[in-house]
Each structure stands twice: as structure tokens, then as C-alpha cells.
């Protein structure tokens, strides 16, 4: 980050200087926590000057949010190559590597802060969960899924969403942890869903049939057969 340095910018090279000198300060605090001097001092340009390439401190927000939402989208893209699991596992380290990296910005975005109300980026969150939405049917192989599937999906992100804020509160549980018990998630989700759905249920034995003994959907199965079979003994012996 810049601080207390002048020189001489074009517009555009200025505002993305600002964007992302913003976006630095919100990873660490609240973006209603920071103020339009601070983000000018770490510029190294004066507080009028901010307010020259941008109206105001929400639109500064919203345009650091713009570039966040690309980036954040972007983490869900992962190429369609070997074992479902194993794929949502890398999305999901990249997914919680941004909230990582940008926790109180990630934190206020999601609850509500200064921008949040605005219809900007209420649309930006939505492309966001979009383009999640969207990478996960590419991986399931589907193009027109059907409502139960789609419920599957939507569900699981808002699950990743509410997870990611509970996890930055205090990082009690394990980074690693959260990660697998999230594709684990998803894996549960479907079974559930797939007793009332033929679809699901070949999207779970394509993924199932192409799942490696140490993937993510096999620790999951071995784990319930194992709880499965400690509930037998355990009815046996009383």
C-alpha cells in the first residue's frame, strides 16, 4: 500500500490506485469503519482529490466491491477434470482463502453495511451466488436442473456464506475442517434430496463411481457406515 507518496496518476490508474487502497483497509476493518481521510492518507493524496474521481465514500464501496465480487466469483471457477469432491474441495480452499484475506469486509458485506442497502450491491452479492450457482451445475453436468436441484445448490452456497461469517467470529474450528465438512455438506444435501429426485440420484452415482478412495465423498460414506454399524452394536446391546 501507498502511503504519503505523491505523484502524478492518469484518472483511471488513480481510481484503481484508490480501489484497491480501499479494499486493503476494508480487509481489516469494516468498510464503516474506515473513513474517506484515511483512505486519501494511504494514497498519499488529499481528501478533496478522492472526492475528484469518486462522489462519495459509497461509491468508492461499491467500486471496490465490484472488483471483490470479481474476484471472489472468480474463485468458484475450477476446471471440469477428475472427481467432483475433489474439485469442490479446491473451491472451496480458494472460497475461504477470500474470506481469509478479506474478513471484515466479507463480514460486513454479508450483514449489512454502508453500501449494502444500495441496489448496486444488493446486485453485485446476487451476481456473486450466481455465478457460484452456475459453476456448480457446470460440474454437475446439468444445464436445465430441476427445482429440488436447484433448492440443493442454492442451499449449499448459502450454507458456505453462513459458515464462512460463523468461522470469522473466532476461527474456533479448523480452516481444513470446514472445508471438507462443506463438500461433506453438499454430498448429505443431495442424498437427502435425491430419495425424492431421479436426477440427483444420477448425479450422485456419476459422482460417486468416479470418486478415489481417499476423496472427500468416500471419507463421507466410510464415516457414516462406520456410525451406522456403532448404532447396530450399540441396539444390540441393550
Do not use: C
Not at 2 to 28: D, P
Not at 147 to 175: C, Y
Not at 205 to 229: D, I, K, M, W, Y
Amino acid at each position: 500500500m501507498t502511503t504519503g507518496v505523491r505523484r502524478r496518476m492518469g484518472v483511471e490508474e488513480r481510481r484503481q490506485q484508490l480501489i484497491g487502497v480501499a479494499l486493503e483497509l476494508f480487509s481489516r476493518r469494516s468498510p464503516d469503519e474506515v473513513s474517506i481521510d484515511e483512505i486519501a492518507t494511504a494514497a498519499g493524496i488529499s481528501r478533496p482529490l478522492v472526492y475528484h474521481y469518486f462522489p462519495g465514500k459509497l461509491s468508492l464501496y461499491e467500486a471496490a466491491l465490484q472488483r471483490a465480487s470479481d474476484d471472489l466469483a472468480g474463485r468458484f471457477t475450477e476446471p471440469r477434470q477428475g472427481p467432483l469432491g475433489a474439485r469442490l474441495l479446491r473451491v472451496m480452499g480458494r472460497f475461504f482463502d477470500f474470506v481469509d484475506e478479506h474478513g471484515p469486509g466479507f463480514a460486513a458485506l454479508m450483514r449489512g453495511g454502508p453500501a449494502v442497502g444500495s441496489s448496486t450491491t444488493n446486485a453485485l452479492v446476487d451476481s456473486v451466488r450466481q455465478a457460484a450457482y452456475e459453476q456448480i451445475l457446470s460440474h454437475l453436468e446439468i444445464t436445465d436442473p430441476s427445482p429440488r436441484l436447484e433448492l440443493v445448490v442454492r442451499s449449499w452456497i448459502s450454507l458456505a456464506e453462513s459458515t464462512a461469517l460463523l468461522w470469522l467470529e473466532g476461527r474456533r474450528i479448523p480452516r481444513a475442517e470446514l472445508e471438507s465438512q462443506l463438500v461433506h455438506d453438499f454430498a448429505a444435501l443431495a442424498a437427502v434430496s435425491a430419495a425424492y429426485d431421479e436426477e440427483l440420484t444420477a448425479v450422485l452415482r456419476r459422482a460417486f463411481e468416479q470418486e478415489p478412495r481417499n476423496g472427500p465423498f468416500t471419507a463421507l460414506l466410510t464415516r457414516l457406515v462406520a456410525l451406522s454399524a456403532q448404532d447396530v452394536r450399540s441396539t444390540r446391546d441393550v
